[in-house]
């Protein structure tokens, strides 16, 4: 029987097509428990593998589970049943479930009312509906009370399996009528009395903080990898060429036994370097990139790659696609070359797994064989434990401070601990995110000057987008793209944000973008000193670097074209020098770049015509090929448009005068012909 069997099976529609769940018979329920409902893939051996209707526990990974322990049949298969259809069904035949862990939070009440009815000797919700209503009430306002917890303005957290139409029929009519009425005499609503708060931002003062100390910790490995990988090879090698009796379930046991300590001491020098080196790299993918947490933990070897002069990091999307997809992210060099220095040294430990594997498989418990065989074929860059001389595989999760098997308890953002500054409030105080948690009870408390700041991964994910609004760099539709999202709206927080920023942020990654603008200021200077530039602004820089002479003119809206100043150089070196430090606004198009900044009127501008004769505009080589496409896609457009009816042409008229446009435009651009000014026009 298959999962779309199995739907079929304990459910029916109505004429709406809504579902409710069948009364089945023991022997019934018995038939399905054998029907797979999930595989999960998991480094621990017991939790990998399919997931059945009758198991006890319904799971999607080590960390996402439902318990159905305790459950008598009845409750059992009641409970099972709504959870199944709200994650695989929806509420209607045909529809769309929902995720595992959404259901998970949704299905908690129910299991709790279940236990507590079958401790009174209820056997199912069918037979509670069928009691006297004033028994169903003090069970209702015991299980309010008493299982939920709840008092007088308080909220009511996931009451989906309560609801008229979103029960799947567990409770009649009347049932709920009793529970909303006890519901609404508490005072308890379900709704959010105050909306709930966003994740604020890392202030500055701490984010610097953070680069710089994993900047130094990324130095610090650097340094240390070449060396360690000598010596890890050495180490393979010997455990390899070792012999082996004693069955064992951990690798440490299997390393004392063929080597000893004869390495430790030698391979320690560059294990303190890499000890929690995915934790910097992790920070480095969340803070130039806007991913996810869960996008940025599912980065694999040869994720990150250059083209073209750009890089990229790829990850699996799954928030907003049903399915899993890969996509990729833009990403600077810093963070590029993180990742390759990380994958070099997980590289190394999967070679510790791989000699075990080859070599002494037949002493290894089938758990532990699982363990490495998983943890290779799953080829995640944070999926690999940090060990002096052992090797181990991890679920590629965020740790937490207590400690869990299938985390790893170092690679946690607690390890971040930084104490907020005077300026630090004042700018979270500002944004009006000056506050710890965003939801429950203590939501909205405060921080204070010189307390240890609580970093979520999130928060550079809103740092991303702040950023790049905050000083400009983008508009909200750039942002959608980077982060993946499915509508705009869900970007209106950044801006908010973002327009309401200080200066401050542009600081942390100034760095950067000194060194973006020296690189187009390299590549303008020589295509200049080639004369190959085109554009107003292309022919000033063409003249410069020939004469090494740059005429400043009279700016602003007052511009007259009038030389005000002569600039001279001795050399292009120096020339160059002078483009850096004055292209500090300089935007780069795909047609060419801008140097206009604010003042510039054109804002996305897909067909810039307009731009060419603009003294602020410059075209590269490259980017003549954007040039090319709009001269050849307008000429196509002309030539459809002479083979129209004059009546027709009439009608297109004005976009036949833009497609002309564009062609001449782009015949200054290509062919080098400087623009020349009548009457303060420019005319091509």
């Known amino acids: 029987m298959q999962l779309i069997d199995l739907i079929e099976s304990i459910s029916k529609p109505d004429e709406t097509g809504l579902l409710t769940i069948k009364l089945l018979q023991n022997f019934e329920v018995n038939s399905l428990n054998s029907v797979e409902i999930n595989t999960v893939e998991s480094a621990n051996e017991k939790y990998n593998g399919p997931i059945h209707f009758g198991d006890d526990t319904w799971r999607e990974s080590s960390s996402e589970s439902i318990s159905f322990k305790g459950l008598k049949p009845n409750f059992m298969y009641e409970v099972k049943s709504a959870a199944l259809l709200a994650t695989h069904s929806g509420l209607f035949e045909g529809g769309d479930g929902q995720k595992?862990?959404?259901?998970?939070?949704?299905?908690?009440?129910?299991?709790?009312?279940?236990?507590?009815?079958?401790?009174?000797?209820?056997?199912?919700?069918?037979?509670?509906?069928?009691?006297?209503?004033?028994?169903?009430?003090?069970?209702?306002?015991?299980?309010?009370?008493?299982?939920?917890?709840l008092e007088s303005g308080e909220t009511l957290a996931s009451p989906r399996f309560f609801g008229i139409h979103t029960n799947y029929g567990l409770f009649s009519e009347d049932s709920l009528d009793i529970f909303w009425e006890e519901i609404d005499k508490l005072g308890i609503t379900i709704e959010r009395s105050h909306p709930a708060k966003s994740y604020p931002i890392i202030p500055s003062g701490i984010l610097k903080e953070?680069?710089?100390?994993?900047?130094?910790?990324?130095?610090?490995?650097?340094?240390?990898?070449?060396?360690?990988?000598?010596?890890?090879?050495?180490?393979?090698?010997?455990?390899?060429?070792?012999?082996?009796?004693?069955?064992?379930?951990?690798?440490?046991?299997?390393?004392?036994?063929?080597?000893?300590?004869?390495?430790?001491?030698?391979?320690?020098?560059?294990?303190?370097?890499?000890?929690?080196?995915?934790?910097?790299?992790?920070?480095y993918i969340l803070t130039y990139t806007?991913?996810?947490?869960?996008?940025?933990?599912?980065?694999?070897?040869?994720?990150?790659?250059?083209?073209?002069?750009?890089y990229y990091v790829e990850a699996v999307l799954t928030k907003t696609d049903e399915g899993e997809i890969k996509l990729k992210w833009v990403a600077n060099k810093d963070t590029y070359d993180a990742i390759k220095l990380l994958e070099r040294y997980i590289k190394g430990m999967h070679k510790r797994a791989k000699v075990i594997l080859e070599n002494h498989?037949?002493?290894?418990?089938?758990?532990?064989?699982?363990?490495?065989?998983?943890?290779?074929?799953?080829?995640?860059?944070?999926?690999?434990?940090?060990?002096?001389?052992?090797?181990?595989?991890?679920?590629?999760?965020?740790?937490?401070?207590?400690?869990?098997?299938?985390?790893?308890?170092?690679?946690?953002?607690?390890?971040?601990?930084?104490?907020?500054?005077?300026?630090?409030?004042?700018?979270?105080?500002?944004?009006?995110?000056?506050?710890?948690?965003?939801?429950?009870?203590?939501?909205?408390?405060?921080?204070?000057?010189?307390?240890?700041?609580?970093?979520?991964?999130?928060?550079?994910?809103?740092?991303?987008?702040?950023?790049?609004?905050?000083?400009?760099?983008?508009?909200l539709d750039d942002i959608k793209h980077q982060f993946k999202h499915l509508a705009s709206s869900m970007t209106m927080v950044y801006a908010t944000r973002g327009y309401q920023s200080m200066d401050e942020m542009i600081n942390m990654f100034e760095d950067f973008e000194e060194l973006l603008v020296e690189t187009i200021a390299s590549e303008l200077a020589e295509e200049a000193e080639e004369g190959n530039l085109s554009g107003a602004g292309g022919e000033r820089l063409n003249k410069g670097a020939k004469s090494l002479v740059f005429d400043v003119d009279a700016s602003g809206e007052s511009n007259t074209g009038r030389t005000i100043k002569q600039i001279h150089f001795k050399d292009l070196n120096s020339y160059k020098e002078f483009l850096?430090?004055?292209?500090?606004?300089?935007?780069?198009?795909?047609?060419?770049?801008?140097?206009?900044?604010?003042?510039?009127?054109?804002k996305n501008v897909g067909l810039p015509s307009g731009c060419v004769y603009c003294p602020s505009y410059t075209v590269t080589e490259k980017q003549k090929v954007?040039?090319?496409?709009?001269?050849?896609?307008?000429?196509?457009?002309?030539?459809?448009?002479?083979?129209?009816?004059?009546?027709?042409?009439?009608?297109?008229?004005?976009?036949?005068?833009?497609?002309?446009?564009?062609?001449?435009?782009?015949?200054?651009i290509l062919t080098d012909s400087k623009p020349f000014v009548v009457d303060d026009e420019a005319i091509a």
């Open 100 to 149: 595992f862990g959404t259901t998970v939070r949704q299905i908690r009440p129910l299991i709790k009312f279940a236990k507590q009815l079958q401790s009174l000797n209820v056997d199912s919700f069918a037979s509670f509906n069928l009691l006297p209503p004033l028994i169903r009430r003090n069970h209702f306002v015991d299980f309010i009370t008493k299982e939920l917890d």
């Open 210 to 283: 953070i680069i710089k100390d994993c900047e130094r910790r990324l130095k610090e490995a650097k340094e240390q990898i070449s060396n360690w990988e000598a010596v890890n090879n050495e180490f393979i090698d010997a455990i390899g060429n070792s012999f082996i009796v004693n069955v064992e379930n951990n690798t440490s046991s299997i390393v004392r036994q063929a080597v000893g300590e004869s390495f430790n001491d030698r391979l320690r020098a560059g294990f303190s370097a890499f000890n929690n080196l995915k934790l910097n790299v992790l920070t």
């Open 290 to 310: 806007g991913m996810r947490r869960e996008e940025a933990l599912s980065c694999t070897l040869g994720c990150a790659t250059k083209k073209d002069g750009r």
């Open 361 to 475: 498989s037949d002493i290894l418990t089938s758990g532990l064989k699982h363990r490495l065989q998983h943890g290779l074929d799953k080829k995640l860059i944070f999926g690999v434990a940090d060990y002096l001389t052992s090797i181990n595989f991890t679920e590629s999760k965020l740790g937490q401070t207590s400690s869990n098997p299938e985390k790893d308890p170092k690679f946690s953002l607690h390890k971040f601990e930084y104490r907020l500054s005077a300026e630090d409030i004042d700018q979270l105080e500002a944004l009006d995110c000056n506050y710890k948690p965003v939801r429950g009870k203590y939501k909205g408390v405060k921080y204070i000057e010189g307390e240890v700041y609580h970093i979520s991964p999130h928060m550079f994910r809103h740092n991303f987008a702040w950023f790049i609004i905050a000083n400009r760099l983008g508009e």
């Open 580 to 602: 850096v430090q004055n292209l500090k606004n300089i935007r780069g198009l795909p047609h060419g770049y801008c140097t206009g900044g604010a003042e510039c009127k054109l």
């Open 626 to 668: 954007h040039w090319r496409a709009m001269k050849n896609q307008a000429n196509s457009m002309l030539t459809r448009f002479t083979s129209l009816s004059p009546s027709e042409q009439e009608e297109h008229s004005l976009m036949a005068e833009s497609w002309r446009n564009t062609v001449n435009a782009a015949k200054v």
